[in-house]
T-cell receptor, first 115, second 117 residues
Framework: QQQVKQSPQSLIVQKGGIPIINCAYENTAFDYFPWYQQFPGKGPALLIAIRPDVSEKKEGRFTISFNKSAKQFSLHIMDSQPGDSATYFCAAANRYGGATNKLIFGTGTLLAVQP | GAVVSQHPSRVICKSGTSVKIECRSLDFQATTMFWYRQFPKQSLMLMATSNEGSKATYEQGVEKDKFLINHASLTLSTLTVTSAHPEDSSFYIC?????????????FGPGTRLTVL
């Protein structure tokens, strides 16, 4: 029940395309859903996060779509660029967690944007 | 704002030695810090949760006597890999959660690449 399932494992798109990465969760207590971007040899960086009281959130070229009834959320990258090539992780947690609360990470998606 | 640093960024050591990795929140106070390990092409695996002034909480399967965690102040947590072996070679990443916001947003450090020969 603590798992977050992420797909696809890898994705190749052409420059300007719109890659979509999907995640699904089981624990209905989760109410914080961030996406992280990680470049090789670097730590993850928070891209965008959403709460379940909204169905969509946009920040620049990044959009999260959230489907509470299906317990699914996805990341869309508009007008993708070669610089977006990285590994993307979704995660889930209780937004106002206690001292021992933690992020549950998906398995990651390796995105390659071809010029 | 919300910058987390790690030191060193890369370390190579001989088998049997101990290695200390520092994690600092530079512009905020962090009651809670987290230590992760990441193997190549895999996700982040939480090792332990570090709370300032108290003992760390380790995840199942993580040896607390091998991975010593100290969170002595609101801006510093350290991870010491004791008697390191080649199988401990990995990318170690810390994150910090701000004490002020009360949310679960975590800010990650740049990671430390440990290679045990």
């Amino acid at each position: 029940q603590q798992q977050v399932k992420q797909s696809p494992q890898s994705l190749i798109v052409q420059k300007g395309g719109i890659p979509i990465i999907n995640c699904a969760y089981e624990n209905t207590a989760f109410d914080y859903f961030p996406w992280y971007q990680q470049f090789p040899g670097k730590g993850p960086a928070l891209l965008i996060a959403i709460r379940p009281d909204v169905s969509e959130k946009k920040e620049g070229r990044f959009t999260i779509s959230f489907n509470k009834s299906a317990k699914q959320f996805s990341l869309h990258i508009m007008d993708s660029q070669p610089g977006d090539s990285a590994t993307y992780f979704c995660a889930a947690a209780n937004r106002y967690g206690g001292a021992t609360n933690k992020l549950i990470f998906g398995t990651g998606t390796l995105l390659a944007v071809q010029p | 704002g919300a910058v987390v640093s790690q030191h060193p960024s890369r370390v190579i050591c001989k088998s049997g030695t101990s290695v200390k990795i520092e994690c600092r929140s530079l512009d905020f106070q962090a009651t809670t810090m987290f230590w992760y390990r990441q193997f190549p092409k895999q996700s982040l695996m939480l090792m332990a949760t570090s709370n300032e002034g108290s003992k760390a909480t380790y995840e199942q399967g993580v040896e607390k006597d091998k991975f010593l965690i100290n969170h002595a102040s609101l801006t510093l947590s350290t991870l010491t890999v004791t008697s390191a072996h080649p199988e401990d070679s990995s990318f170690y990443i810390c994150s910090a959660r701000s004490s002020g916001t009360g949310t679960n947003e975590q800010f990650f450090g740049p990671g430390t690449r440990l290679t045990v020969l």
